[in-house]
């Protein structure tokens, strides 16, 4: 039993080195070989031209870093949806008479094209676009379906509706900037009336306007009888 035992020990080592040495040996072990050295070279050359040039080793890190941001913070199509959904929900709450003529337009246009069926996403890696498509993708008119009838890449821009980057989607942003004052509210008034300044707001005579309606009223004889003619 002993020997047995002996023998199955000094098999073992035997068998297995002979395994590796043909796994070595063969053509798939070559080239792993072959392309872990590369990877050892490329690595070495790596640690030595940052050490020479650190300057440079600094930006290029930077720049992967930056990349990888970007990529971790691009934003889904879901977080478009939540977008939408949200800015929506804040101008429904308002009136019509208080909205923001230019954010009520771009969230209806950007409903609109949803019901549609128009709406997609492209997932670009560092950034992502929201665009217009011109049919729904479960249409089946001609016009859909024929591959010379589709639109040219030229006219892609034009269709773009957002750009998500960073975790935002920078032109629903800028056009739910000041979504719940309108402008054209007080569109009626007098052109100097329409804009107010801090010269405004600050001069003598509007601080002498405000004093007045504290004042009060001084009905003269003239007025008086004027009243009661009335």
């Not at 940052?50 to 080793?57: E, L, M, S, Y």
Request: glycine content about 6%.
């Amino acid at each position: 039993m002993a020997a047995l035992w002996r023998w199955f020990r000094s098999s073992v080592p035997a068998a297995a080195a002979g395994f590796w040495s043909r796994v070595r040996n063969n053509k798939i072990g070559v080239w792993t070989l072959s392309l872990l050295n590369d990877y050892k070279e490329a690595c070495k050359e790596i640690v030595v031209g940052a050490r020479d040039h650190p300057g440079k080793a600094a930006f290029y890190c930077t720049l992967l870093t930056g990349a990888c941001v970007c990529g971790y913070k691009n934003p889904c199509d879901k977080s478009f949806q939540a977008t939408l959904l949200e800015a929506s929900n804040q101008l429904l709450v308002l009136s019509p008479w208080v909205r923001n003529s230019r954010s009520d337009r771009h969230i209806q246009n950007l409903v609109t094209v949803k019901n549609q069926g128009r709406l997609r996403h492209q997932n670009l890696l560092l950034f992502s676009l929201v665009y217009a498509a011109p049919y729904d993708a479960k249409t089946s008119l001609y016009n859909a379906q024929c591959e010379y009838l589709k639109p040219q890449w030229s006219d892609f821009p034009g269709r773009v509706l957002d750009i998500g980057f960073f975790g935002k989607w920078w032109i629903l942003s800028s056009k739910m900037r000041d979504w719940d004052i309108n402008d054209e509210e007080f569109a009626y008034l007098p052109v100097e009336l329409q804009t107010v300044t801090w010269q405004n707001l600050h001069s003598t005579e509007n601080e002498r306007l405000f004093e007045l309606k504290f004042q009060p009223v001084i009905l003269g004889e003239e007025d008086s009888q004027e009243g009661g003619g009335g």
